[in-house]
């Protein structure tokens, strides 16, 4: 695992999040395909916590002191009592950005990281901080790949009664 590739593909992804959501309207932002998919304003508040409160805390645990309990986190949960799809998208966007800016130059600063090291998990078993780093980068590529999803929802839906079939 070339570990520095990855510090720096998260970095450039934060660049990505922002040009996914450059001109989406309050509306777009809150608007979701269905009951029970989020809004994109809900994926970024959901990356912002994300950043914060899971994977950046948890390689610190797996790294440095993985005899320790993980805190618990309910991301689905967070949605509704965070109350994601009531904030501003801006903000939102900025805030994600500051915190993985941060995460970035956390992780680039971590002396002789020890990727190997393992914590074990009650639920999911053994963890290695590589399992970690690399797991941060695809939830990465899962919420793109969700945007782009939600905007084609939306678009497929404003474009009424025209179809993009």
Not at 24 to 47: F, I, T, Y
Not at 59 to 74: G, N, R, T
């Amino acid at each position: 695992m070339n570990s520095t590739n990855i510090f720096n593909r998260l970095y450039e992804n934060a660049g990505v999040f922002k040009t996914l959501m450059h001109g989406v309207s309050d509306d777009q932002a809150k608007w979701k395909p269905a009951g029970n998919k989020w809004s994109l304003l809900e994926v970024v508040n959901h990356l912002y916590d994300e950043e914060r409160d899971d994977f950046r805390l948890r390689l610190d645990l797996i790294l440095h002191h993985p005899e320790k309990d993980w805190p618990p986190i309910d991301p689905e949960g967070w949605v509704i009592e965070r109350k994601y799809n009531q904030s501003d998208l801006g903000v939102s966007l900025n805030n994600f950005i500051a915190e993985r800016r941060k995460s970035v130059e956390w992780l680039k600063n971590i002396a002789q990281p020890q990727w190997k090291n393992i914590c074990v998990h009650p639920k999911i078993g053994e963890i290695r901080a590589g399992d970690m780093l690399a797991a941060w980068l695809a939830h990465d590529f899962l919420h793109m790949r969700q945007i782009v999803n939600v905007h084609l929802e939306y678009h497929n839906q404003k474009a009424k009664p025209f179809s993009i079939k």
